[in-house]
């Protein structure tokens, strides 16, 4: 259970959001769409596509496993419902910062292949780093809440509960974005 919540979702987003512009940048397609689009419509509309593509995936895989479950418990069907639109939703939520962080990691890499690479990298070494800083300085072990991820096992098990874990993500996920923004606004095509 904590595997999937920890290494399967997120690497999913990854590797789903892996190429947002960089093949673009690559092949020199951006400089094209810029023609018609400012990079900051490109940045946000490749987010929120890739986040499109995420929704309609998770969607297919709950949907599948809700008609599981009315089969196998059709007493349970209005219940079930609730639940599996509930953790939906969060989850959907909670992979919003692994999104971003492809978008920032796509505005000034050239391959997919980098950024995916280059995000597994970042993810582990900073755990890894929090981990072992926080053992010696504990008041450290606040950086782990900088870390995208860190919290999905407490929000799909406990949906909803507390500010922070919403606003968490949301926040993960602003920085991110900016920073592509910055970044995309700087970069060369």
């Given at each position: 259970h904590k595997i999937l919540n920890k290494v399967v979702f997120p690497a999913l987003a990854l590797m789903v959001a892996a190429d947002q512009t960089a093949s673009d940048r690559e092949r020199g397609t951006l400089r094209f769409l810029t023609l018609r689009s400012s990079r900051s419509e490109i940045l946000l509309g490749r987010?929120?596509?890739?986040?499109?593509?995420?929704?309609?995936?998770?969607?297919?895989t709950f949907l599948s496993c809700w008609v599981t479950g009315a089969i196998?418990?059709?007493?349970?069907?209005?219940?079930?419902?609730?639940?599996?639109?509930?953790?939906?939703?969060?989850?959907?939520?909670?992979?919003?910062?692994?999104?971003?962080?492809?978008?920032?990691?796509?505005?000034f890499l050239s391959s997919a292949r980098q950024s995916l690479l280059l995000a597994s990298a970042f993810l582990s070494l900073a755990h890894?780093?929090?981990?072992?800083?926080?053992?010696y300085i504990p008041a450290l072990s606040l950086l782990d809440y900088v870390i995208p991820g860190n919290d999905l096992s407490r929000l799909l098990s406990h949906p909803g509960v507390g500010l922070q874990a919403w606003l968490q993500p949301l926040l993960q996920t602003l920085f991110f974005m900016v920073l592509a923004w910055l970044i995309s606004r700087r970069s060369k095509l």
């Open positions: 987010f929120f596509g890739q986040l499109l593509i995420l929704t309609i995936l998770s969607g297919v196998n418990q059709p007493k349970a069907l209005v219940s079930g419902s609730i639940i599996s639109m509930g953790l939906w939703y969060h989850l959907l939520y909670a992979l919003l910062p692994f999104v971003a962080l492809m978008s920032l990691l796509n505005s890894l780093f929090v981990v072992v800083v926080s053992d």
